[in-house]
């Protein structure tokens, strides 16, 4: 028997190490020896999946549930700096001491049973999770849907946020094969929320096949809203005089449209009244997903990895207000679609300090620099141009470096993968202690 690692850290090296496969799709194994712990749960669970706003969606949902009293377990991922940040109980994250303790019962359960990381760890918040007798469970899909391990659970009401072209090499090139895998979390005779505008018609005939509730964005559920309040309408619930969210951006309402549709479905079991509604949308907070942080110059943190996700930062960025020069601090994963974020990005960027970063599937900064040359922006090196390309060894430096140049009217958009925005954030940490 291996002795077990004993902190948090070791066992996260561990198992990043141990299984061969990093991203082993199918339910087959992680299954079995979730009915061998015996993980079910007696509350409402409310699964969300999608290409872009499924955290914001999550957290919407935790922040209205904490303050109706509930006890609400949520679950996310990636983390942005904590692994723990993806256990969360009563929006606390969860202990190093409490996360290895059932690290520990999952690998006493598991046996000769091979898992991967995100199989293992969320096996683990699982367990953690049915062991604090909650009010409310929420479960932010991993990728894809259909065969991502938190699709063992049959989760109350499923909740499908967008359908956009991300994660092609598990997921398909199709909005019409993705919108399958997506629909994967719904279940026969459950609530099945879609808050995409266009759902894809595969989503919509596998909700048809298996028997699912469908609420669609625009037919079940909708919003209508003027500069200064919104109102959410239900098959049976209005929700009028809301505030807005706190979460920046233009697609806060179909998350919050989306959100309180599974708090229609679960009316009777978790009853929210309507100032709870109104208080938890503007108290809820998730670090970068458009996140404006205070002083000056602007310093905007959103992991948009995607065209889709990019295409909403754009028109974020673009409802600023007038800036005299954005600089964009951007680093990604060589898997994405660069070249369609660039697409969408490059009208609102003056100069870009690409970023390397710690992962082997990263892309370069300097194959980075081509797709934005080839894409027609201008590269100089004079100091005091319109335009500039500069590539960096990591996100602090380049985050330095447009530090270092940019006006106190200016602007920084950091984006990308999330790796980039947490090298930022710890960064920006350090620098203030």
Known sequence: ??????????WLSRLETSHPITIDMGLERVAAVAASMGIRFDCPVIIVGGTNGKGSTCAMLEAILLQAGYRVGLSTSPHLIDFNERARIDGVSASDAALVDYFNKVEVARGATSLSYFEFTTLAILQLFMDAHLDAVILEVGLGGRLDAMNIIDADVAIVTSVDIDHTAYLGHTREAIGFEKAGIFRAGKAAICSDPVPPQS?????????????????????????????????????????????????????????????????????????????????????????????????????????????????????????????????AMQDKDIDGVIAQLKGQI?????????LPRAATAAAIREKL?????????????????????????????????A????????????????GVMAFRTAANH
């Open 407 to 422: 006006g106190e009217n200016d602007r920084i958009a950091v984006f990308g993968s999330f790796l980039t925005v947490a």
């Open 203 to 331: 989503l919509l005939d596998h909700a048809a096949a298996i028997g699912a509730d469908l609420w669609l964005i625009g037919r079940d559920f909708n919003y209508m809203g003027d500069k200064l309040q919104w109102n959410y309408g239900g098959r049976e619930q209005r929700r009028n005089s809301l505030g807005y969210p706190s979460l920046r951006g233009a697609n806060q309402l179909l998350n919050a449209s989306a959100a309180l549709a599974a708090l229609e479905v679960l009316r009777h079991r978790l009853p929210v009244g309507a100032q709870e509604v109104r208080t938890g949308l503007v108290l809820v907070d998730l670090p970068g997903r458009f996140q404006v942080l205070p002083g000056r110059p602007a310093v905007i943190l959103d992991v948009a990895h995607n065209p889709h996700a990019a295409a909403t930062l754009s028109q974020n960025l673009g409802n600023m207000g007038f800036h005299p020069y954005t600089y964009a601090v951007f680093g």
């Open 1 to 10: 028997m291996h002795t077990l690692p004993t902190t948090l850290t070791d």
């Open 373 to 405: 040359l080839a894409a027609g922006v201008v590269a100089s090196t004079s100091k005091d141009t319109e335009s500039s390309i500069e590539t960096f060894a990591a996100p602090a430096d380049a985050f330095a470096n447009a530090i270092s140049r």
């Open 350 to 358: 003056d100069h870009w300090c690409l970023t390397d970063l710690p």
